[in-house]
Antibody, heavy 121, light 113 residues
């Protein structure tokens, strides 16, 4: 399975933005898709969206449409980095954000270690 | 969008006893062209990312003990632990990957009675 390494914890003010990265030691053409999933403290898993790197095609959950942007960068050989940016942060966005890789059939198989984003004034 | 509903929300079972978790989808997850159910089960322990247990509803991931089993088809699915062990204490989630946006069940917290 592909190893995923995410960026470190962030503390942000309400109304600001945060961009979380997720690095995979794999060429872009070998990655079917990245998914982003978040988990608020003590809550369940929430699927946010996905990107198919080869086509730069994205899909978002309705709840995050317009406020979340998922991108990838495959310019470095044998490495693909996915990014998830959230705008207009509010306290309810405090959560651990996970990136994950999907198989060709869409199964979310490999997970990053998670990035805690805390939104607080 | 497809809504996933798990039951129960929490479950306390004695060591060695059977535990059963249910997952219901608002639409069929069975893809007719390949006869596969696009349903996965995950186990999550505190401070860890989820770990896949089953995909295609009943295909066990490598390394998952055979006391775990997954079943069901269409809209109704189950995860069963035949003989609960202490290390099985966790939160379990189902996921539909039939259609984007993907969606998880709300989770079932499994504890020792």
């Amino acid at each position: 399975q592909v190893q995923l390494v995410q960026s470190g914890a962030e503390v942000k003010r309400p109304g600001s933005s945060v961009k979380v990265s997720c690095q995979a030691s794999e060429d872009t053409f070998n990655i079917n898709a990245f998914s982003w999933v978040r988990q608020a403290p003590g809550q369940g898993l929430e699927w946010m969206g996905q990107i198919i790197p080869r086509f730069a095609k994205t899909n978002y959950a309705q709840k995050f449409q317009g406020r979340v942007t998922i991108t990838t960068d495959g310019s470095e050989k044998d490495t693909t980095t996915a990014f998830m940016e959230i705008n207009s942060l509010r306290s309810e966005d405090t959560a651990v954000y996970y990136c994950a890789i999907e198989t060709a059939d869409g199964l979310i198989e490999s997970w990053g270690q998670g990035t805690l984003v805390t939104v607080s004034s | 969008d497809i809504v996933m509903t798990q039951s129960p929300d929490s479950l306390a079972v004695s060591l060695g006893e059977r535990a059963t978790i249910n997952c219901k989808s608002s639409q069929s997850l069975l893809y007719s062209s390949n006869n596969k159910n696009y349903l996965a089960w995950y186990q999550q322990k505190p401070g860890q990312p989820p770990k896949v247990l089953f995909y295609w509803a009943s295909t066990r991931e490598s390394g998952v003990p055979d006391r775990f089993s997954g079943g069901g088809s269409g809209t109704d699915f189950t995860l069963t632990i035949s003989s609960l062990q202490a290390e099985d204490v966790a939160v379990y989630y189902c996921l539909q990957y039939y259609r984007s946006p993907f969606s998880f069940g709300q989770g079932t917290k499994l504890e020792i009675k």
